[in-house]
């Protein structure tokens, strides 16, 4: 049986910075992938940095809502400012780009409630522009004649999930972690200075283990006897060929499910929440009649999207909880578990998870107060 300090289950952005922040600080760290390294919604999520308070959720469940979860503004606000370091501290251009986002409205009652969320929004700090019509096609002249405004959070960006993982697993065994792919936990027993991970590969002790499992965190969780509202959703995502230089915003819409953004290469990448299928076995595969609702929503807002060809769509799960809070920190009644998982926008909010993560395990105050954010925290 290997002997540890920390085992860090899931191979994601989370787990592996993680693991490259507990290593970096002398703890023996082995981190354990049921696959391959950010084959998940690290890997496959369309690389948006998001800030805002999301439209589609703030317009279905109301600002009672949007109060409880604003305060997480503030942890995905620190963690964009990571994000904007991250490829200097890897050695990699990780294509972070704050180009601001912009949700559109097509109507006055989408206006209303834009204003109502960015009231919302400034209550922690988050500035959100309204713009008029003129305002909204002077900021982005690529948009339809049909929008009626906007508004506009400065703080919003992207980066590509492709290179990101890859170049923090690097650093994180560059620093000690060691990695273990294909190593699903198969059981997970004990208690703090003596749990046993099992997995096909063997079984390795740990004073602390790190539940950054994403959709499947429910399941390792259970094998303690802790029950965490957390479940996947299959989502899918498609890019364009490359085409001139448009878009320089994280694009949202007002009239329904729609993230939109140009990469580095031209392509533009679509996505926004749209459901893909789940086949027999398990396995994800694109939905037709989704992906033809997410290029119809996208062309409605960006015209010129109406002559590119999309060339290849992908599908991913991404972890969701009901109420969209994080849940992070040391399970109340296990110690020596933890828990490191951030709903629905865990890309953005990774490299602040896993800080601190890696904060608490090593029995510091984390670099944010989770008052507030994590549901552990209540």
């Known amino acids: 049986m290997t002997r540890v300090d920390v085992v860090v289950i899931g191979g994601g952005i989370v787990g592996l910075m993680t693991a490259w922040h507990l290593a970096r600080e002398g703890a023996r760290v082995a981190l354990l992938e049921a696959g391959d390294l ?5 890997g496959a999520n369309a690389g948006s940095l998001h800030l805002q308070i999301q439209y589609p959720e703030f317009a279905k469940y109301g600002e009672g809502w949007a109060r409880a979860y604003a305060p997480t503004l503030r942890f995905l ?16 251009d990780l294509d972070v780009r704050l180009g601001g986002g912009i949700v559109v409205a097509r109507d006055p009652a989408q206006m209303r409630l834009i204003e109502a969320k960015a009231r919302i929004e400034a209550s922690v700090g988050v500035e959100t522009q309204i713009l008029d019509r003129d305002a909204l096609l002077a900021l982005a002249p690529y948009l339809s004649d049909k929008a009626i405004g906007g508004g506009y959070c400065a703080g919003e960006g992207k980066a590509n999930p492709l290179r990101a993982t890859p170049a923090i697993a690097r650093t994180a065994e560059a620093e000690g972690a060691t990695v273990h792919c294909n190593a699903p936990v198969t059981g997970l027993a004990g208690r703090a200075g003596a749990f046993v991970v099992t997995t096909p590969q063997g079984r390795l002790q740990a004073d602390k283990v790190v539940n950054t499992a994403g959709a499947k965190a429910a399941k390792i969780a259970a094998m303690l ?18 085409i001139a230089p448009l878009i320089p915003h994280l694009v949202y819409s007002a009239a329904g499910k729609l993230s939109l953004k140009q990469a580095a290469n031209g392509g533009c990448i679509i996505g926004g929440g749209w459901s893909a299928d789940v086949r027999s076995h398990g396995g994800l595969a694109t939905n037709p009649v989704n992906f033809a609702g997410n290029m119809a929503m996208a062309a409605g807002v960006v015209p010129r999207l109406a002559q590119a060809r999309t060339i290849r769509s992908w599908t991913a799960w991404v972890n969701g909880t009901p109420d969209w809070r994080p849940i992070i920190g040391e399970a109340p009644d296990i110690p020596g578990f933890y828990l490191a998982l951030f709903p629905w926008v865990g890309f953005t909010a990774g490299p602040m998870t896993a800080r601190v993560i890696a904060d608490l395990v090593m029995g510091r105050a984390p670099a944010i107060d989770l008052t507030g954010i994590s549901v552990l925290a209540d």
């Open 225 to 242: 006897g802790m029950q965490i509202d957390i479940g996947g959703f299959p989502l899918q995502v498609t890019v364009t060929e490359p």
């Open 77 to 92: 606000e620190a963690s964009i400012g990571m994000w904007q370091d991250l490829g200097q501290e890897v050695g990699e």
């Open 38 to 42: 950010g084959a998940q919604a690290s």
